[in-house]
């Protein structure tokens, strides 16, 4: 099951109680102040790992607490400190405090590790209070709770290549095509119903990731079919590849397809707009004599890079050109 939001409470560790205690000892008449601090509360962090890819662990459980520390003991015996809680979260998610609405944190890389909830401080024993003046005080502290949250998790796919297009475009077939990859494949619309991950492996140890984005509709940005949900992760990926159906089931006109597309990711925000994009015509299996595409590319002002899914055809160069671009694009970031 893929989740991609999540609502959670986290709660920090109280701190131990201080505590009162005399020394008492065989042939000591007065012992002095020997009760210990508490310990320290443990902390919430949480940390991106690569073996989590979505956010269902926290489908079922929403309550995630550190634990509390122990209160200080006598003979100067500190507390022990409470345990860390250290929550695993798939790269790409957004952290939001949810009654402040704010976001405390975007976790975009693998092993990033941020302290949500502090634990709480553990209170002073009463050797603590010990002065010259003072020698038997039966001062303590109590400890400190520790902090609490109701967090908000936003997960935003992070992959350089993302495949859109309406709906039986043939996005599915082409992710299984470049990758290892196995999203559900049908001759009906929205057989992708979550975001699937590819790694497209070319030679010289080359490698980038795909993200298959479930099909898009006129009226996306507003909650219509699927993509109001998944517009999100296009914007991690680095590079938008529109997917056109050449021949359409439904007899539509490709162009203002395409034009239906680029208007919901428009209206999603700008960053989506200035992405940089590639077109490809599928299905050209379908086109033997070429007319179809012909006429396509004299309609769009950029270039149509022609393939199809089903038979491989231009598959190789396809994800070579991906891969320059792709690179481009790292080292135009790392400047």
């Given at each position: 099951?893929?989740?991609?939001?999540?609502?959670?409470?986290?709660?920090?560790?109280?701190?131990?109680?201080?505590?009162?205690?005399?020394?008492?000892?065989?042939?000591?008449a007065?012992?002095?102040?020997?009760?210990?601090?508490?310990?320290?509360?443990?902390?919430?962090?949480?940390?991106?790992?690569?073996?989590?890819?979505?956010?269902?662990?926290?489908?079922?459980?929403?309550?995630?607490?550190?634990?509390?520390?122990?209160?200080?003991?006598?003979?100067?015996?500190?507390?022990?400190?409470?345990?860390?809680?250290v929550?695993?979260?798939?790269?790409?998610?957004?952290?939001?405090?949810?009654?402040?609405?704010?976001?405390?944190?975007?976790?975009?890389?693998?092993?990033?590790?941020?302290?949500?909830?502090?634990?709480?401080?553990?209170?002073?024993?009463?050797?603590?209070?010990?002065?010259?003046?003072?020698?038997?005080?039966?001062?303590?502290?109590?400890?400190?709770?520790?902090?609490?949250?109701?967090?908000?998790?936003?997960?935003?796919?992070?992959?350089?290549?993302?495949?859109?297009?309406?709906?039986?475009?043939?996005?599915?077939?082409?992710?299984?095509?470049?990758?290892?990859?196995?999203?559900?494949?049908?001759?009906?619309?929205?057989?992708?119903?979550?975001?699937?991950?590819?790694?497209?492996?070319?030679?010289?140890?080359?490698?980038?990731?795909?993200?298959?984005?479930?099909?898009?509709?006129?009226g996306?940005?507003?909650?219509?079919?699927?993509?109001?949900?998944?517009?999100?992760?296009?914007?991690?990926?680095?590079?938008?590849?529109?997917?056109?159906?050449?021949?359409?089931?439904?007899?539509?006109?490709?162009?203002?397809?395409?034009?239906?597309?680029?208007?919901?990711?428009?209206?999603?925000?700008?960053?989506?707009?200035?992405?940089?994009?590639?077109?490809?015509?599928n299905k050209?299996?379908?086109?033997?004599?070429?007319?179809?595409?012909k006429?396509l590319?004299?309609?769009?002002?950029?270039?149509?890079?022609?393939?199809?899914?089903?038979?491989?055809?231009?598959?190789?160069?396809?994800?070579?050109?991906?891969?320059?671009?792709?690179?481009?694009?790292?080292?135009?970031?790392?400047?």
């Amino acid at each position: 099951m893929f989740i991609d939001e999540a609502k959670i409470w986290v709660k920090a560790g109280n701190g131990g109680n201080g505590c009162l205690s005399f020394r008492r000892e065989k042939y000591i008449a007065k012992g002095g102040p020997d009760g210990g601090n508490g310990g320290r509360g443990g902390s919430v962090y949480l940390q991106t790992v690569e073996n989590v890819e979505t956010l269902i662990d926290f489908a079922s459980k929403h309550h995630w607490q550190a634990k509390n520390a122990n209160d200080g003991e006598g003979s100067n015996k500190y507390g022990s400190d409470g345990e860390d809680l250290v929550i695993n979260v798939p790269p790409g998610t957004l952290i939001y405090d949810s009654d402040l609405d704010l976001m405390l944190r975007d976790l975009d890389k693998v092993g990033l590790k941020v302290c949500v909830c502090r634990g709480g401080r553990g209170g002073k024993g009463n050797k603590s209070f010990a002065t010259s003046i003072n020698q038997t005080p039966r001062q303590t502290t109590p400890g400190k709770k520790g902090q609490e949250r109701n967090i908000r998790l936003v997960l935003k796919l992070i992959a350089d290549i993302g495949l859109v297009g309406m709906p039986n475009a043939g996005k599915s077939t082409l992710i299984s095509r470049c990758s290892e990859a196995r999203p559900k494949i049908a001759d009906y619309p929205f057989t992708t119903l979550k975001p699937v991950l590819g790694i497209v492996e070319l030679s010289n140890y080359r490698r980038f990731v795909m993200a298959d984005i479930p099909g898009l509709i006129e009226g996306a940005h507003k909650g219509a079919g699927l993509g109001f949900d998944f517009l999100k992760h296009i914007e991690r990926t680095r590079i938008i590849v529109h997917i056109l159906d050449i021949m359409p089931p439904d007899g539509s006109d490709p162009l203002e397809s395409y034009k239906a597309i680029r208007h919901e990711l428009e209206e999603h925000s700008e960053l989506l707009a200035e992405k940089d994009e590639v077109i490809v015509a599928n299905k050209t299996d379908l086109d033997p004599d070429g007319k179809i595409l012909k006429q396509l590319s004299k309609k769009f002002d950029k270039q149509i890079i022609p393939i199809s899914a089903v038979t491989g055809d231009g598959i190789k160069e396809l994800s070579e050109l991906l891969w320059e671009k792709v690179r481009e694009s790292k080292a135009a970031t790392e400047q």
